[in-house]
């Protein structure tokens, strides 16, 4: 068999360990088979004996012995007389065994079974990825990172399999290195050109509702379960739970100790804000919990438009929305509802007061963005607090400060 360089393609086999021996063997008798109907005509009278270990196989030729002139059948019986050249002791009636020489089929015939030996365990060993990962999409993985481009991530499992992190499925915070291992969730698995492509997420709301079943045994156990999950991927995600067992407490079984549940989770999202709510049918509960950590005052809910305005008092507008809006946006996706922010000026209408964002064409928009993050997102919430309280709690230069106030209070002024 090492002659006709069969045996690379068995070791493919060997190498495939996934490939269950009865279906390698299938293959290889096939594809001899074939090779078997095109010089014979048929297959019936042959037996393939393969020995996959050893990377050979043996061809069996199986034939009855007739009395001589009684052969109908030349595949099926051979004569007496024929029988006897091959072996002294034959009888006629019983079976003659004669090995077939693999190189009787030629050269070419030899070369083309080799070519779909090869093919046929290739094709094997894709579709066994395919199972493999596909009965695994929403698990979580852990592969190392082979090759890193700008596009997307070539990372290995265990067992060498290719896998691909998109730049799309990663956290903007994300930065890896060669030999980094990562651990993401099976997204989707993809055929292109015929070939399995198995991508990876770390954006996924799977990727968190997984990493919660990890650290939170209430959740693997199933008596606490996550109804939603909403994410701004690196920014914040808000997590909707609910306990099937009214002696847990979902969200502090969530969070743990001192949040010593959620802590590796945020480390691991890299410093990814999670808000975890208690879920509830109640919809005006629901919104107010979405929109966590503001407090609302009052809302004005609109079932046939999905549509809700909600009150707040001023100091709580900037944290209902948060940074560039990722909190009433999330809040939005959890509820399915399209939120609209009132500051809430009942005690106090007679006080005038401008948005931030007003001032745009004045003050640098980074400036703005700095003071909205401390919740200072109208002009009277920037003089409420003292240079020295802007300058402590911003990153922003004292003479910055000044000139915003002196901008801001010159509107008043004008008044």
Same mark, same amino acid.
């Not at 914040?236 to 407490?249: F, G, M, N, Q």
């Not at 879920?279 to 919990?289: F, G, V």
């Not at 944290?319 to 909190?327: D, E, S």
């Not at 009277?380 to 709690?393: A, F, G, K, P």
């Given at each position: =068999?090492?002659?006709?360089?069969?045996?690379?393609?068995?070791?493919?086999?060997?190498?495939?360990?996934?490939?269950?021996?009865?279906? =390698?063997?299938?293959?290889?008798?096939?594809?001899?088979?074939?090779?078997?109907?095109?010089?014979?005509?048929?297959?019936?009278?042959?037996?393939?004996?393969?020995?996959?270990?050893?990377?050979?196989?043996?061809? =069996?030729?199986?034939?009855?012995?007739?009395?001589?002139?009684?052969?109908?059948?030349?595949?099926?019986?051979?004569?007496?007389?024929?029988?006897?050249?091959?072996?002294?002791?034959?009888?006629?009636?019983?079976?003659?065994?004669?090995?077939?020489?693999?190189?009787?089929?030629?050269?070419?015939?030899?070369?083309?079974?080799?070519?779909?030996?090869?093919?046929?365990?290739?094709?094997?060993?894709?579709?066994?990825?395919?199972?493999?990962?596909?009965?695994?999409?929403?698990?979580?993985?852990?592969?190392?990172?082979?090759?890193?481009?700008?596009?997307?991530?070539?990372?290995?499992?265990?067992?060498?399999?290719?896998?691909?992190?998109?730049?799309?499925?990663?956290?903007?915070?994300?930065?890896?290195?060669?030999?980094?291992?990562?651990?993401?969730?099976?997204?989707?698995?993809?055929?292109?050109?015929?070939?399995?492509?198995?991508?990876?997420?770390?954006?996924?709301?799977?990727?968190?509702?997984?990493?919660?079943?990890?650290?939170?045994?209430?959740?693997?156990?199933?008596?606490?379960?996550?109804?939603?999950?909403?994410?701004?991927?690196?920014?914040?995600?808000?997590?909707?739970?609910?306990?099937?067992?009214?002696?847990?407490?979902?969200?502090?079984?969530?969070?743990?100790?001192?949040?010593?549940?959620?802590?590796?989770?945020?480390?691991?999202?890299?410093?990814?804000?999670?808000?975890?709510?208690?879920?509830?049918?109640?919809?005006?509960?629901?919104?107010?919990?979405?929109?966590?950590?503001?407090?609302?005052?009052?809302?004005?809910?609109?079932?046939?438009?999905?549509?809700?305005?909600?009150?707040?008092?001023?100091?709580?507008?900037?944290?209902?929305?948060?940074?560039?809006?990722?909190?009433?946006?999330?809040?939005?996706?959890?509820?399915?509802?399209?939120?609209?922010?009132?500051?809430?000026?009942?005690?106090?209408?007679?006080?005038?007061?401008?948005?931030?964002?007003?001032?745009?064409?004045?003050?640098?928009?980074?400036?703005?963005?700095?003071?909205?993050?401390?919740?200072?997102?109208?002009?009277?919430?920037?003089?409420?607090?003292?240079?020295?309280?802007?300058?402590?709690?911003?990153?922003?230069?004292?003479?910055?400060?000044?000139?915003?106030?002196?901008?801001?209070?010159?509107?008043?002024?004008?008044?």
């Amino acid at each position: =068999m090492a002659s006709i360089n069969l045996i690379e393609a068995f070791q493919d086999f060997k190498d495939a360990e996934n490939i269950d021996r009865p279906t =390698m063997m299938k293959v290889v008798e096939d594809v001899f088979k074939t090779l078997l109907r095109k010089k014979y005509g048929a297959d019936d009278n042959f037996d393939v004996i393969v020995n996959a270990e050893k990377g050979d196989l043996e061809i =069996m030729r199986r034939r009855t012995i007739v009395e001589d002139g009684e052969v109908e059948d030349p595949l099926a019986q051979i004569a007496y007389s024929d029988a006897r050249k091959i072996e002294p002791d034959y009888e006629v009636g019983e079976d003659l065994y004669e090995e077939v020489e693999i190189l009787d089929f030629g050269r070419r015939a030899i070369l083309a079974a080799k070519q779909t030996l090869a093919s046929r365990i290739s094709d094997l060993k894709k579709n066994v990825l395919v199972k493999k990962y596909g009965d695994r999409v929403g698990d979580i993985i852990n592969a190392e990172v082979y090759q890193v481009w700008k596009k997307e991530i070539l990372l290995l499992d265990e067992e060498g399999n290719e896998l691909i992190l998109p730049k799309s499925e990663q956290i903007p915070q994300d930065y890896f290195k060669k030999g980094e291992s990562i651990r993401a969730v099976v997204k989707k698995v993809e055929l292109k050109n015929n070939s399995p492509v198995i991508i990876l997420s770390r954006t996924s709301p799977l990727f968190l509702a997984k990493l919660l079943e990890i650290e939170v045994p209430e959740i693997f156990d199933g008596l606490i379960v996550i109804k939603k999950i909403v994410r701004e991927p690196g920014e914040r995600a808000k997590v909707a739970v609910e306990s099937y067992d009214d002696r847990i407490d979902p969200v502090g079984a969530c969070v743990g100790m001192k949040g010593s549940r959620i802590h590796g989770i945020v480390r691991e999202l890299k410093n990814e804000n999670i808000d975890v709510i208690n879920w509830t049918n109640n919809q005006q509960l629901l919104i107010q919990r979405s929109l966590t950590p503001a407090k609302i005052t009052s809302m004005e809910i609109d079932n046939e438009r999905h549509h809700v305005n909600v009150f707040l008092k001023p100091d709580q507008v900037s944290l209902a929305i948060g940074r560039k809006g990722v909190n009433i946006k999330l809040a939005q996706e959890l509820t399915g509802l399209t939120i609209d922010v009132f500051r809430d000026n009942e005690g106090d209408e007679e006080e005038y007061d401008i948005d931030l964002d007003e001032f745009a064409d004045e003050i640098d928009t980074w400036i703005i963005d700095e003071l909205k993050r401390i919740g200072c997102d109208t002009a009277r919430s920037v003089l409420d607090l003292t240079v020295d309280e802007l300058e402590r709690r911003t990153d922003l230069e004292r003479e910055s400060i000044e000139e915003v106030r002196k901008i801001v209070k010159a509107e008043f002024e004008k008044e």
